[in-house]
């Protein structure tokens, strides 16, 4: 059994070290995060204010118990299940925002002096 589990974590730590992050060459990607994000907030509302209606709701309803504990526990359930989707979409629309198509100048050597040139450039902003 130990040497199962040093197995899969040796296992593990080799894909994990040879493993290469997918980049993607969209040209729209910014648009594409941007609208993911939206759609994953208005997600993370509509789940929210559903499981907070069950739970205004349950008690003033007129059927049996059994109906009343499903709605309570779907109104618990739905309001936690938000928070991963409010995180996701933060973390989205924070993507989105740090990448950028610009026109960037730059200074180009030409016979004996530099010339500024405006070339099209894909930016990616970090904060330190």
């Given at each position: 059994?130990?040497?199962l589990i040093v197995f899969i974590l040796l296992l593990s730590l080799s894909i994990a070290s040879f493993s290469q992050l997918k980049t993607?060459?969209?040209p729209e990607l910014q648009a594409s995060l941007l609208k993911?994000?939206?759609?994953?907030?208005t997600a993370a509302t509509i789940t929210l204010l559903g499981g907070i209606t069950c739970e205004v709701v349950w008690p003033f309803l007129r059927t049996t118990n059994g109906v009343r504990a499903t709605i309570?526990?779907?109104?618990l359930v739905a309001i936690p299940a938000c928070i991963p989707l409010y995180i996701a979409s933060s973390r989205n629309k924070k993507k989105a925002m740090r990448?950028?198509?610009?026109?960037e100048t730059i200074p180009q050597p030409?016979?004996?002096?530099f010339v500024t040139r405006a070339v099209p450039s894909l930016t990616l902003k970090i904060n330190l």
């Open positions: 059994m130990t040497k993607s060459t969209d993911k994000s939206k759609r994953q907030g309570f526990l779907a109104g990448l950028s198509l610009n026109t030409r016979y004996n002096s």
